[in-house]
């Protein structure tokens, strides 16, 4: 752990262990630059506490790059509740409500909300010890609302590589039918898409592919599936040395954080001619909406425009990149860097 803090460029971390569930929290606190650091908790189990830090400190600078992506007047942090074992229903809202004191401690320096193993019902319980929440007043479910901006990165995409939006017959592959996933999958197939889904339950996806009238496709072969756009939805570092070679589709646009597995794998998509929508930007759908509905009070019409406005983003940073033969993860993050260097609008 003493490596993982000296190499970050972050403030801060709070680390708490809960003896009672014997699990490590981590709240990192990456840059307050353009203000309070907001960002969803993860919760999940992991091998190592450290995997759980890694994680939080890599979640945590992708939430910096996110606010500054959209300009909006937060900082970067992310909270990880690392489990040693999956814990049964009291159990886990015992820790929730633990956590929402330490939140709560925090008297607004970290504010939070849904992410990964957090849903919804489960922002609520930590929401009993904190007023630092999002998604319980206004918002609700950030996840369609994540769903509706990487739609349009889709969109961004499509029109980068093919001089349309129009999905209409291109094929997408959604890794991951979850908060995010499933209401993508309808935007998608309303946009009369053809639909190819994967998800580590098989069950889950086999029934929801059903419904939709999309194929279902194996975890396994994930990887190798052809396809023309490639949606990952689920865990992060799914773009790596060992997936990026395997690769059928042209272009990636999707809702998972940390996509690439190192800054590396920017290089080794672009050298393969794929076009890659920077995960910070494609997926800001929900923290714009739970914080320009919750926080910045904004209407659910202007969230909904500030939302589609991914696609006019994506536009300048595909054209960038295009321009300067980069990968768009390269323009995306001097976008991000501007305005951080700059500071609060
Ligand atoms: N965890 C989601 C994200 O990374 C949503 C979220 C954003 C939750 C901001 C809380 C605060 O965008």
Redesign the pocket.
């Known amino acids: 752990m003493e490596e993982l803090l000296r190499g970050w460029d972050g403030e801060h971390v709070v680390v708490r262990y809960d003896r009672e569930a014997d699990a490590w929290i981590f709240i990192a606190i990456h840059s307050t630059r353009l203000g309070n650091a ?3 908790t993860r919760m999940k189990v992991y091998d190592e506490p450290q995997d759980g830090l890694r994680d939080a400190l890599r ?1 945590a600078e ?2 910096t790059y ?1 606010w500054a992506g959209v300009d909006f007047p937060m900082g970067g942090g992310k909270g990880v509740i690392a489990l040693s074992r999956p814990l049964g229903t009291p159990e886990r809202d015992g820790l929730l409500e633990r956590y929402g004191e330490l939140v709560e401690s925090l008297a607004g320096g970290f ?5 990964l193993g957090v849903g919804p019902d489960l922002v609520q319980v930590i929401g009993r010890e904190t007023t630092h929440v ?2 319980t007043r206004i918002a609700g479910d ?1 996840g369609p609302w ?1 769903a509706l901006g990487v739609f349009t990165a889709i969109e961004a995409v499509a029109q980068e590589l093919f001089g349309s939006s129009d999905l209409s017959g291109r094929t997408v592959l959604v890794q991951g039918v979850g908060d995010v996933g499933i209401p993508l999958a309808k935007r998608l197939w309303d946009a009369g898409a053809q639909l190819k889904l994967a998800d580590i339950n098989a069950k889950h996806v086999a029934g929801i592919a059903e419904e939709l009238g999309a194929e279902a496709v194996d975890v396994e072969a994930l990887y190798d599936e052809p396809c023309d756009i490639f949606a990952p939805c689920a865990v992060g570092a799914v773009l790596n040395a060992q997936t990026i070679p395997r690769l059928c589709c042209k272009g990636i646009a999707g809702a998972a ?1 940390n996509q690439l597995e190192g800054p590396e794998d920017a290089g080794r998509l672009h050298e393969r001619g794929v076009l890659y929508g920077p995960d910070f930007i494609c ?2 759908g ?2 714009i909406a ?2 320009g509905l919750e926080a910045l009070s904004m209407t659910e019409d202007y969230v909904a425009a500030k939302i589609l406005s991914i696609r006019d983003t994506l536009k300048v940073i595909f054209r960038e990149a295009r321009e300067n033969n980069e990968s768009p993860l390269h323009a995306a993050e001097r976008l991000a860097r501007r305005v951080l260097e700059r500071g609060p609008a």
Not at 111 to 115: L, N, V
């Open positions: 907001s960002g969803g979640l992708g939430m996110k504010s939070t909300g849904a992410d999002f998604g950030p994540t954080n997926n800001s929900g923290a739970l914080l």
